[in-house]
Structure formats: structure tokens, C-alpha cells
T-cell receptor, first 114, second 115 residues
Framework: AQSVTQLGSHVSVSEGALVLLRCNYS??????LFWYVQYPNQGLQLLLK??????LVKGINGFEAEFKKSETSFHLTKPSAHMSDAAEYFC????????????FGKGTRLSVIA | DAGITQSPRHKVTETGTPVTLRCHQT?????MYWYRQDPGHGLRLIHY???????DKGEVSDGYSVSRSKTEDFLLTLESATSSQTSVYFC??????????????FGQGTRLTVV
């Protein structure tokens, strides 16, 4: 069964600094990988997804993630943090697209300090 | 935004009472899911549906049942609510298939408190 591990339940960065949120997955077959963002009292919004095309995936709001099969990782990065990036971020994995539900990590709360 | 409506958005109920949460979609997506979100646990799958009257259990299905009699509606029922079921419940939908349209779209959530 697939699983996701997000390293760090809380990450704090200064405004303008690099954002790096870590995600490692476990899957017996080539995975589909996703990053979602959740703002307070809202649902989850898709940031980006990896579906076996390009290994470097660009998403909304300047975020990107790189799929590294050898490291079973799909870390999320943004070159320069903005105050509006403060939110909770979830990494998720699916084995077979649409046929198996997404399995989520426990989330990483990002704080941005002015 | 994907057309997903959850109702109610907030509910307080007493231990032992039955509760039904509703998820309604206007996207005609095949797959529908119920997740619960708890601090330190992320989102955990309760039940999901892959078509009308076709459902399956998720990771935390004990104490919950679901029904899907129409494509657009997916109901989650707590037969006899317990305090451990206090949580935020999210409905999600996905189109499915092998063409990359696999992401899930989420509703705004239902905050349920069992007292």
C-alpha cells in the first residue's frame, strides 16, 4: 500500500527566503503525486501534480516540485516566500490514477515571518 | 471552482444520535470520497464511491456508512455519534481515468462536534 511521509509538521521561513517542504512516498508501482494547500477554514486546493510526464512540475503561486524516483521524493519549493504562502501543505500519492483514492501525508504548516 | 457543496457546514450533536452529512456535486465526476481531518493525522479516507451504489471502505470506516443513489450525491452517516468522531469532514470528487485528470477536488468541509 502506498504511503506518504512529510518531514516537519511545522516549517517557519522569513519573507523572501526559500521555501522547502519535504515529501517522501512509498509505492509499489509508479506513483501519481500531488501537493495541496489549505488556507484556514477552507478546503484543499491543488498546487501541482506529477503524472509521469516531466519530473520537474510547476504549479500555481510560484511553487514547483521535482520527482526523484531514486530518492522516492517529491519535495515542494518556492524561491521566495510571501506572507500569503502561510498555510498548511499536504503531499498525496495515488497508485493508479482515479481508481485508487489519494493517500495524504500528515501535513506541514508553513509560517512566514516578516 | 469545482461544484461541490457540503451540508451542513457546521453541526453540533449529542453522543448517540445519528448524523448524516451530504455532499452534492455538479461536475458529473465518477468518484466521490469522504475524508476526515484531525490535527496530527492529516486527511484520512473514510469511504469512497466509484459509481452509483458502488462504494468501498477506507482507512477509518468503523462507525460510518455511506450511500450513493445518484451520481451527484454522496451521503455519510454516523449511525451513533461518538466524541471521537468530532472532526472536520471533507468531501472530494475526481474524474478518474488514465489521462492525467486524476486530482481530487475538495468541498469546503463540515465541522462536526459531538458533545
Amino acid at each position: 500500500a502506498q504511503s506518504v511521509t512529510q518531514l516537519g509538521s511545522h516549517v517557519s521561513v522569513s519573507e523572501g527566503a526559500l521555501v522547502l517542504l519535504r515529501c517522501n512516498y512509498s509505492s509499489s508501482v509508479p506513483p501519481y503525486l500531488f501537493w495541496y494547500v489549505q488556507y484556514p477554514n477552507q478546503g484543499l486546493q491543488l498546487l501541482l501534480k506529477y503524472t509521469s510526464a516531466a519530473t520537474l512540475v510547476k504549479g500555481i503561486n510560484g511553487f514547483e516540485a521535482e520527482f526523484k524516483k531514486s530518492e522516492t521524493s517529491f519535495h515542494l519549493t518556492k524561491p521566495s516566500a510571501h506572507m500569503s504562502d502561510a498555510a498548511e501543505y499536504f503531499c498525496a500519492v495515488s497508485d493508479f490514477p482515479g481508481n485508487t483514492p489519494l493517500v495524504f501525508g500528515k501535513g506541514t504548516r508553513l509560517s512566514v515571518i516578516a | 471552482d469545482a461544484g461541490i457543496t457540503q451540508s451542513p457546514r457546521h453541526k453540533v450533536t449529542e453522543t448517540g444520535t445519528p448524523v448524516t452529512l451530504r455532499c452534492h456535486q455538479t461536475e458529473n465526476h465518477r468518484y466521490m470520497y469522504w475524508y476526515r481531518q484531525d490535527p496530527g493525522h492529516g486527511l484520512r479516507l473514510i469511504h469512497y464511491s466509484y459509481g452509483v451504489k458502488d462504494t468501498d471502505k477506507g482507512e477509518v470506516s468503523d462507525g460510518y456508512s455511506v450511500s450513493r443513489s445518484k451520481t451527484e450525491d454522496f451521503l455519510l452517516t454516523l449511525e451513533s455519534a461518538t466524541s471521537s468522531q468530532t472532526s472536520v469532514y471533507f468531501c472530494a470528487i475526481s474524474e478518474g481515468g488514465e489521462d492525467g485528470n486524476t486530482e481530487a477536488f475538495f468541498g469546503q468541509g463540515t465541522r462536526l462536534t459531538v458533545v
